[in-house]
């Protein structure tokens, strides 16, 4: 099936983008993104390629126990963020000079989401202060634990568990997989808050601002500004949400303005306050001035 982004898309773009990832939930290989899910117990297997047709991709359903063509649809639709209307982050990016090399180099990018709200809040804690290939590797061994997969032409695709199974865990179980304590404490936190709702996907979608979205996240054990900022834009598609103390994007401003140093909050602040909706694409884009 093919699938129509909401202005310009380069899936090209994006591949090599997630190529470079060592995300342990999806496989990339010769331009083609596998990725296996649950929908509602029913597990599915399926590829996401570039399409024939311009600002489009193709998607294959390669196994399926009875999700079906529109589950898969919206989920990609959701990961590939194929409904935003990238010409108008285009047309603001215009205005600002420090966008003029970005969004000509990385035309067609868009964010590549975290679906899943148990997937980004593990993420946004385990990926907090420590270098991005260990990251991955602690996520790895937290998605193998469970043993969720699916097998296809001698690979194994990995299934995220669900809030519930982590809640088997205990802290010692994940001190075992190397991830610190507090951290521990803090993903099982977080899984009881979506297990009883208060961190649902759907419920957080429910608020009317960015801002208290953002308070009531930032209210939960383990989750600070950056983290809560993580989850807002990667996956509550708040438009407004940029992680204002992220390292990344300190050093990204420290090029684009010819910087001798990293920019202090205030000096952050008083651009990113002008970004406005735009704020989480602006960002998407400010990493990747640094590559």
């Not at 529109?70 to 108008?88: C, G, N």
């Not at 990995?158 to 001190?175: C, F, H, Q, S, Y």
Request: with cysteine.
């Amino acid at each position: 099936m093919i699938l129509r982004a909401c202005g310009p898309l380069d899936f090209g773009v994006m591949y090599d983008f997630m190529e470079h990832q060592e995300d342990c939930l999806y496989r990339t290989k010769d331009k083609k993104v596998r990725r296996a899910e649950i929908f509602d117990g029913r597990r599915v297997l399926f590829e996401v390629s570039e399409s024939a047709e311009p600002d489009a991709v193709e998607v294959e359903i390669l196994h399926d126990e009875g999700a079906g063509e529109r589950m898969v649809s919206e989920y990609v639709a959701d990961w590939f963020d194929l409904d935003y209307d990238l010409e108008r982050f285009y047309t603001f990016a215009r205005r600002d000079r420090r966008f003029e090399t970005v969004t000509r180099e990385y035309y067609g990018f868009r964010m590549l989401s975290y679906v899943n709200i148990t997937d980004v809040l593990v993420w946004s804690i385990i990926g907090q202060q420590i270098n991005m290939k260990f990251a991955f590797e602690l996520k790895r061994r937290l998605v193998e634990y469970f043993g969720h997969f699916i097998e296809y032409e001698g690979k194994k695709y990995w299934i995220i568990p669900n809030a519930g199974e982590l809640l088997t865990l205990t802290v010692e179980d994940m001190r075992e997989m190397q991830i610190s304590r507090r951290k521990a404490e803090y993903i099982l936190a977080c899984a009881e808050g979506v297990q009883n709702g208060s961190l649902s996907k759907e419920y957080l979608q429910g608020f009317d601002s960015y801002s208290r979205a953002k308070a009531h996240l930032t209210g939960v054990r383990g989750i600070g500004p950056w983290s809560a900022n993580v989850v807002l834009m990667r996956t509550i598609k708040s438009r407004h949400a940029v992680p204002i103390g992220d390292a990344g994007l300190r050093n990204a401003f420290k090029i684009t303005d010819g910087l001798n140093g990293k920019p202090d909050a205030r000096y952050m602040e008083d651009i990113i306050s002008g970004w406005g909706q735009f704020g989480a694409y602006a960002t998407l884009y400010m990493w990747r001035v640094l590559g």
